[in-house]
């Protein structure tokens, strides 16, 4: 006769096992039991006139009529540079003479226009006054014909 091949540590560890699968089971079915069910007034949350969300819904008196073409679904154009207006004034506030590029920051609008080194008349550096005309390039608006300010 051959000797069990069931040996006293296999035994303990499938006990172990068995045991951790029932007590699992048993937590399990007390979750299942104590578990509280929401309803579907308690999941739906509202957003109140300031934004906030509240479990409470909006006060109807406080409705405001809001007009579907009021809505504006684009963004509104940024005012274009006015191409009219010839020779404006600004300050290099970057200008790489490696790569032949940089920035012109306009002094009536403030707003930053590119400048190639094609584009320039006189030699630039940074925070140099300059004159320029700005047309529009492939990618916004671009500074030509840039010269110093005197």
């Given at each position: 006769m051959g000797r069990s091949q069931e040996t006293f540590h296999k035994k303990e560890v499938r006990n172990k096992k068995e045991?951790?699968?029932?007590?699992?089971?048993?937590?399990?079915?007390a979750r299942r039991e104590h578990e509280k069910k929401g309803s579907l007034d308690d999941?739906?949350?509202?957003?109140?006139?300031?934004?906030m969300i509240?479990?409470?819904?909006?006060?109807?008196?406080?409705?405001k009529k809001?007009?579907?073409e009021d809505i504006q679904i684009?963004?509104?154009?940024?005012?274009?540079?006015?191409?009219t207006d010839s020779v404006r004034k600004g300050t290099v506030t970057?200008?790489?003479d490696s790569k032949g590029f940089g920035f012109i920051k306009d002094s009536?609008?403030?707003?930053?226009?590119?400048?190639?080194?094609?584009?320039v008349v006189?030699?630039?550096?940074?925070?140099?006054?300059?004159?320029?005309?700005?047309?529009?390039?492939?990618?916004?608006p671009m500074a030509v014909q840039v010269k110093l300010h005197k």
């Open positions: 045991k951790k699968r029932k007590e699992k089971e048993a937590k399990k079915l999941m739906i949350a509202y957003v109140d006139e300031n934004g509240t479990d409470t819904p909006p006060d109807p008196t406080k409705k809001v007009k579907a684009s963004i509104p154009k940024s005012e274009a540079i006015d191409i970057f200008f790489n009536e609008t403030q707003e930053s226009v590119f400048v190639h080194i094609n584009n006189d030699e630039i550096k940074e925070n140099n006054i300059v004159s320029f005309e700005v047309e529009m390039g492939p990618k916004g």
